[in-house]
């Protein structure tokens, strides 16, 4: 499925200048664990491929922090396929301490000036960092308001990382070093989800997850060892035990300092959590572990959850289930297995046609039709489960049912999905910002309308999935039967209880004030939007 995309991932790496040398630490010793940074990164590569930086931190060099970042995929803005500028660029980076980021973006922000990480030079040690993070601001526009009713304030661009900087700036003039009460200060006004990675040129580092922890961050350290990231697998392959490996809680921060050592800490206190239940279903690498739940593990139940709902009629013979490669395998893998059914690769993913935002004019029906290769020798005259990790605008899925159809001769294709269907926008990260783009919405407007409905809650009340939808939706794609996982069965493969989630792009319960004021305002243009438009003639089949 590529149609959502995560918009970032961080990591961080210290090794303190006391203790023994950590076995993990590289050939190259201590003063050089930033060597690391690209291999991290490269294991977040799923969160991210427009562009990879890093910052650096060396007491040995004037430069005390040194930043490098580019557009393009972790191997390319590294350089790796040139083992003489991959080593040039790893010297000069050099340092005992590294955040580093990978980033995905819409089309408007593909330039390098909004990449992460960012630096900010100053005389003063205190005032000398860089950060980086992973999330969105809810509150952005409010705050940016407020930034600039001050006439000496400026933006060099609209982005909600300005806004961080303007707060970091703040709070470090107030507190100095003081990491605990820069980060307290920074985010006190700030609505949203975050995993926030920081760095100052005394060498002293800080982690930290938002209060709800709709973030993923995890950490682990050995000794004077110390690194973090969005997600385990990064640290699982630096060399620590899936025992050694714990998640940031919400609201919580970790500060490496050489005179203090590793110290967690509670800058905000968390009423609830509200962790993106989508990081389970497609988001995140399968090899990960988050907040406890293993990714691979929760796909393959998801899988079986779908398998106990299954009423179509199959046999060993002629039914198999089909993944859309590569975050439905596991999924898949469960249902088939729960069945007795083969899972086979009916579709075979085009590795190579490159990242989304060089795809410039093409659009996303034709870059479906690029990525994937039904294959007739698996599919002839089969009834096909295909599973996908979603339907959001829906494109990719015509296109796959149409293909599997023409091209790969399959006689049925009965679509399965192992999460409900999206009926929301998201204002936490996703790149899902309207209601008018997502395929489920048009079919609960159809039946349910917008009358009476002021904000997202009026939405999760009125708008009740049915089975009839469900066939009316399979109708137009074009499939023999569609079947969606209901929020209840989707949290129990989780393993956490659906108060403890985020779902509001499916439920329309937004985990944060704003979250809920950025829904009502994109309900409201919705509004207006669909008044232009006949809303009982046919629902057009959307291009893009
Ligand atoms: S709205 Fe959906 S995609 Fe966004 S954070 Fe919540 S669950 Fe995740």
Known sequence: MSEIHEECGVVAIYHLPTGPVSPLAPAQGREEVSRLIPRMLLD????????????????????????YKKIGSVSEA?????PGKFARLMDCLAGRAAIGHVRYAPENQIDRDFAHPFERSHIKKS???TFAFNGAICNYSELKQELLADDASCFAREADSEVMTHFLCSAIKTYDADLFEVCRQTTKKIDGG?????????GHMFVARDPRGMKPLCYAFDGSFFAAASESVALFNLGFSSEDIKNVPPGHMIIVAPDKGVEIKEFCPSSRAAHCFFEWIYF???ASVMDGKSVYLVRKRLGEELAKLETTPYNAEDSIVVPVPDTSKAAADGMAYALKIPCLEGLMRNRYTGRTFIDGGETRKRKAQTKYTP??????GKRVFLVDDSIVRSTTMRVLIDRLRKVGGAKEVHVRVPCPPILGPCFYGADMSSYSELFATSFMLRHYGLDGVTCSEDLSMKWNFTPEIEEEMAQDLGCDSLRFLPMKATSEAIGIPPLWLCS???THEHPTEYGCK?????LQEFKLCMKETLLDVPFQKKED
Do not use: D
């Open 375 to 380: 294959l007739p020798q698996v599919l002839e």
């Open 78 to 82: 590294f350089h790796q396929s040139n």
């Open 194 to 202: 975050y995993a926030l990675a920081f760095m100052n040129a005394w």
């Open 518 to 522: 950025l829904a009502a305002k994109a």
């Open 44 to 67: 977040l590569q799923n969160r991210g491929q427009l562009s990879a930086g890093i910052s650096t931190y060396s007491p040995n060099r004037t430069q005390l922090l040194r930043t």
């Open 284 to 286: 995140a690498n399968a």
């Open 504 to 506: 509001a792009c499916v």
């Open 127 to 129: 005032k000398w960092f």
